[in-house]
């Protein structure tokens, strides 16, 4: 399992860990990586995902999943999720045209 976040696409960095003595070795900065789940309102199903924490109050600050998910760019998404994308985009399309 990476150590990147399925929305955001936020990933782990590489740095220097910097002594007092200025003596530098590398390091990790790891995302702050969340199992969630998460309720989709066009699909009426629940969501497992791996998000960062910044993620989840995007998520909460957009209005929920599926908000953000129509708001995201692809290029971002992982492939699982991209997908989920996909099917409320077609769910969306297709309620109007029952209703």
């Known amino acids: 399992m990476s150590r990147r976040c399925d929305l955001t696409g936020k990933a782990v960095l590489t740095g220097h860990l910097v002594s007092h003595s200025n003596r ?3 390091r990790r900065f790891l995302p702050n990586l969340c199992n969630v789940t998460l309720q989709s309102d066009v699909l009426q ?3 497992r995902v791996r998000i960062s924490a910044n993620a989840l ?10 908000a953000f ?3 995201a760019r692809d290029e971002e998404l992982a492939p699982r999720v991209l997908e ?3 099917q409320i985009v077609k769910a969306q399309a297709e ?3 029952a209703a």
């Not at 109050?57 to 209005?63: A, C, F, Y």
């Open 69 to 71: 998910l129509l708001k």
């Open 24 to 26: 530098k070795t590398k």
């Open 84 to 86: 989920l994308k996909r």
């Open 57 to 66: 109050k995007s998520v909460d600050h957009r209005g929920g999943l599926d």
């Open 45 to 47: 199903r629940s969501i």
């Open 95 to 97: 309620a109007p045209a």
